[in-house]
T-cell receptor
Framework: GEDVEQSLFLSVREGDSSVINCTYT??????LYWYKQEPGAGLQLLTY?????DMKQDQRLTVLLNKKDKHLSLRIADTQTGDSAIYFC????????????FGTGTSLTVIP | DTGVSQDPRHKITKRGQNVTFRCDPI?????LYWYRQTLGQGPEFLTY????????KSRLLSDRFSAERPKGSFSTLEIQRTEQGDSAMYLC????????????FGPGTRLTVL
């Protein structure tokens, strides 16, 4: 199956920017998603990007997609303590359009 | 409708027992998914329904697992003869629209097999 990888931990100070990275292997990706999971809660969609885009901005969130390197990033500007959570990237491909392949998740800790 | 709901939220059972979980998707969503998430991992796809038809099943879904969506609305996931390795969070998601469209997740059912 598809392989989606993320670094496990990230720690930033409140007010700084956070950058969470994700790499994937399948070049036929269609959509790439970022989900947030807080303790005891389900996954909440943050944003997504279609594979023919390079960048998408949504308020404090900026998604960058480098298709050549199969690299996706999520930048959170002015990170707040409420942003502390686990962040998952997920990939959907032409071949697996009904399955989301999730990364292992990045645990973001925001230090006050 | 406030979103995808799952019941129960927590289930503790003894090895060898059968358990059944329920998922109620967002009402107009015709696609329904089941995922399993273990500690420190992302969700792994189990199975997918379009309306009442089960169209895809993962290799992870052993013969002890069965899922139904009899009327194309709610779905149930049953695990027979539970094993300790079945302990995980079971997530349900639903979507509407084309393949790859955003999936909305429920809060999950946490299963602990003793």
């Amino acid at each position: 199956g598809e392989d989606v990888e993320q670094s496990l931990f990230l720690s930033v100070r409140e007010g700084d920017s956070s950058v969470i990275n994700c790499t994937y292997t399948d070049s036929s990706s269609t959509y790439l998603y970022w989900y947030k999971q807080e303790p005891g809660a389900g996954l909440q969609l943050l944003t997504y990007i279609f594979s023919n885009m390079d960048m998408k901005q949504d308020q404090r969130l900026t998604v960058l997609l480098n298709k050549k390197d199969k690299h996706l990033s999520l930048r959170i500007a002015d990170t707040q303590t409420g942003d502390s959570a686990i962040y998952f990237c997920a990939e959907v491909t032409w071949n697996t359009g009904n399955q989301f392949y999730f990364g292992t998740g990045t645990s973001l800790t925001v230090i006050p | 409708d406030t979103g995808v709901s799952q019941d129960p939220r927590h289930k503790i059972t003894k090895r060898g027992q059968n358990v059944t979980f329920r998922c109620d998707p967002i009402s107009e969503h015709n696609r329904l998914y089941w995922y399993r998430q273990t500690l420190g991992q992302g969700p792994e796809f189990l199975t997918y329904f379009q309306n009442e038809a089960q169209l895809e099943k993962s290799r992870l879904l052993s013969d002890r697992f069965s899922a139904e969506r009899p009327k194309g609305s709610f779905s149930t996931l049953e695990i027979q003869r539970t094993e300790q390795g079945d302990s995980a969070m079971y997530l349900c998601a639903s979507s509407v629209g084309p393949r790859g469209a955003e999936q909305f997740f429920g809060p999950g059912t946490r299963l602990t097999v003793l």
